[in-house]
């Protein structure tokens, strides 16, 4: 049992979309700036379009939805919910679509109100977070919550001042010591996420979840974005069922695949579709 869930951590005003219209940062459209050839020509403005998006995100919470599927990739949350389904080789399993790093957030909650060994299953962040950056020069990969992740970047996130022009020295570098470029400061980072052109590095861990799964819930997407979009498909091609939970009902919400259709805000139609009045009080109990 999987998800394929994206824009339902999204629903918050706080955090931007950029689907319809106006969804432009500075007059550029965003699609224009995730991409290895934007960061090359202009990392400056790169940088500061995401950690633009990285403070909205930090001003954001996980909601409902997060925490119940928090509570579903946990082992205690798994076996209350899915009784018939619990062993080592039939869990829950997030993976989303989202960069925001809110189901993390949601999971590293969870995790300190449970016994360690139940903890939640990390998700499968199919185009990499916000908050993990990579080194441009020794590959390094690491996890960074800091706000702002440089100095530098502080207040550029206000889009009604001047973009701000920044040196390549006061971009966001690496602080391995085994880095390439350590004597010099170390390396110049790049948002960890996957750009447009790039391969997805965790496809070859979740198609074989894809191609296990019997029941498959599908979050908030638009059903547009492939491979994802194929998934529910997949699932109901080899006899499982398909769930989706939407705002919308239209045609590319896959809700015409779906076994079961549940319309409304997800983070209060999944819940209740589990019975998960709370589920951050059902970790407490």
């Not at 090359?40 to 990285?54: A, E, L």
């Not at 919470?61 to 076996?79: F, R, V």
């Amino acid at each position: 049992m999987c998800t394929n869930a994206d824009r339902f951590a999204s629903f918050s005003p706080l955090v931007p979309t950029f689907r319809g219209p106006g969804g432009l940062w500075r007059s550029h459209d965003p699609l224009s700036l995730a991409t290895p050839a934007a960061f090359q020509s202009d990392p400056s403005q790169v940088w500061q379009f995401y950690h633009w998006r990285r403070q909205a995100c930090l001003s954001a919470k996980p909601n409902a939805a997060h925490e119940a599927i928090s509570w579903l990739s946990s082992k205690q949350g798994h076996e209350a919910t899915f009784p018939a389904a619990s062993s080592p080789s039939r869990r829950f399993r997030l993976v989303t679509q989202n960069v925001d790093g809110l189901s993390k957030r949601a999971n590293d909650a969870l995790s300190k109100s449970i016994d360690s060994g139940g903890a939640p299953l990390d998700p499968l962040e199919m185009h990499g977070s916000l908050f993990r950056t990579m080194c441009t020069s020794c590959g390094d990969q690491q996890w960074n919550f800091d706000s702002p992740i440089c100095d530098s970047l502080r207040g550029t996130e206000d889009t009604s001042k001047p973009l701000a022009r920044l040196s390549l020295d006061k971009l966001p570098r690496c602080k391995s010591a085994r880095c390439n470029d350590a004597v010099d400061g170390g390396g110049l980072l790049r948002p960890g996420v996957v750009w447009f052109g790039e391969s997805i590095p965790l496809l070859d861990t979740i198609a074989p979840l894809v191609e296990r799964c019997d029941l498959l819930l599908v979050l908030g997407t638009s059903s547009t974005v492939y491979p994802a979009a194929g998934f529910a498909a997949q699932v109901r091609a080899r006899g499982g069922k398909v769930a989706v939970f939407n705002l919308d009902g239209g045609e590319e919400t896959g809700s015409g695949e779906a076994d079961f259709f549940f319309q409304g805000p997800v983070e209060e139609t999944l819940p209740t579709a589990l019975g998960l009045a709370s589920p951050s009080s059902a970790a407490r109990a």
